[in-house]
């Protein structure tokens, strides 16, 4: 689990040089992921309060100070396994797969609501980890939650032009890689089924989630979908 002094300027740094040093440079500076933070920041009004929209990771594990959340749902885009994940939950040689949103369809998933007072420092933690490698395009979309508001959330989409990028895999390609890779981090197979496991007790049904559970578990030689790990605590 992701805490949040892992997300701190200073092991953020650590990090960055870490993956320099292993071969790998796209990951921002502390000076791009402000500037990006601030470009985000300027649709944004101070003394309000902001919502973050979250699909994957997290929802289950968000480590994030918010005071309410609920399911929602947002047009125009869906989930996607579509960019490597070399380090972490994978390894160079047997990347792992990580979500993003794409454009098309829908997607349920989860809002945050942080408080006028800690809008700011949250999102300066949520950039340190969803802008770390700078495969993420920050976007503010229309919400609906589930009690009937509409709110406006900020999300990440994937940037195509990335080097981490490869949405056009094959499901099959993808299904592999989430049943084999493996990092430091743990398993992707880890990964998706915890997401599946938080969108199944939200009351979400996402087909293309419970497809790839299906074919990973096949693929591991399972006569049925492993069992869901316990939806970890925020």
Not at 41 to 58: D, K, N, Q, T, V
Not at 76 to 92: A, E, N, Q, V, Y
Not at 119 to 127: H, S, T
Request: glycine share 8%; aromatic share 10%.
């Amino acid at each position: 689990m992701l805490k949040r002094e892992e997300l701190s300027d200073e092991r953020i740094e650590e990090i960055i040089q870490e993956a320099r040093a292993a071969g790998y440079h796209f990951f921002l500076s502390a000076e791009e992921r402000a500037a990006s933070l601030k470009e985000a920041l300027a649709r944004y009004a101070p003394g309000e309060e902001a919502w973050i929209f979250a699909y994957g990771s997290l929802m289950w594990n968000p480590a994030l100070d918010y005071a309410e959340s609920l399911p929602c749902r947002i047009e125009g885009w869906h989930r996607s396994f579509c960019f490597w994940m070399p380090i972490g939950r994978g390894t160079p040689e047997l990347p792992g797969l990580m979500l993003a949103l794409e454009p098309g369809g829908a997607c349920e998933g989860i809002a945050y609501r942080l408080a006028p007072d800690r809008v700011e420092r949250e999102l300066a933690i949520l950039w340190n980890r969803e802008m770390l490698a700078g495969i993420y395009r920050p976007q503010w979309v229309a919400t609906t939650l589930r009690d009937g508001r509409s709110v406006t959330a900020v999300t990440f989409e994937v940037d195509p032009g990335h080097s981490q990028y490869c949405g056009d895999l094959s499901i099959e390609k993808q299904a592999h890689h989430m049943a084999f890779a493996e990092g430091r981090r743990g398993t992707s197979r880890d990964y998706l089924a915890n997401t599946a496991a938080h969108a199944r007790a939200l009351g979400i049904h996402d087909p293309y989630i419970e497809d790839m559970i299906a074919r990973v578990a096949h693929l591991r030689g399972e006569d049925v979908a492993p069992s869901v790990p316990p939806i970890a605590a925020d």
